[in-house]
């Protein structure tokens, strides 16, 4: 696999991109998780919400077994604290329910956001660099086939404006199967797609 272009100045630009798509990652997950952090406080306000409304229901419950006791007007003065404690106990549970809620809410916002931003990353690396590696890596693979050096001439005979450096009658010499013209095409397909040439390796 070709990751990385052979000249040094496109190279430097790819591994630029790849550390910021990397760093962009990394800030991705430490916001995600700061902003679940921030989200999951407010489960604060429901533990709180019933720890003390548990407790109030407790002490009416109390009051209220008290009150029962007393002969012949136990049930009607109890009665209103019984009713007040179930409301106690109503509070309670709308506490422990916003704590869950809360807490629900902050791992899907934190751990959403950061899926997201690193997705669209992942494109944004995809459509540049990725389509960089698939070409670059698909011609090597060429070039290392038998006929490689004569196909990729092909190539840049097809696709390449730059051919007409090459001066007059390129097409005639490339049908004569000249070997300078040939190299000098495959070349010239080879550094388009960021590969090493020849020419450069014999150095």
Known sequence: MVV???????RARQVVADVLVLVGMVLAVVIGRDV???????????????SEG???QQ???ATARALSRIPLAGDAVSAPLRKASEHAGAVAAAGAQQH????????LVGGGLTVVVIALLLLVWTRTRGRFVRVATAT?????????????A???LVRRD???????GVVDRWRGRDPQTVAALADLERRSCGLRTRAAARR
């Open 4 to 10: 990385y272009d052979s000249r040094p100045t496109r």
């Open 154 to 156: 092909l190539r840049a």
């Open 162 to 168: 730059a051919v007409v450096a090459l001066g007059p």
């Open 140 to 152: 090597s693979r060429v070039d290392r086939s038998p006929d490689g050096a004569e196909l990729l």
């Open 100 to 107: 869950d809620t809360a807490l629900h809410l902050a791992h």
């Open 36 to 50: 679940a952090g921030s989200i999951a406080r407010l489960a604060t306000i429901g533990t709180r919400v019933q």
């Open 54 to 56: 548990s407790a109030f």
């Open 59 to 61: 002490q009416l419950s």
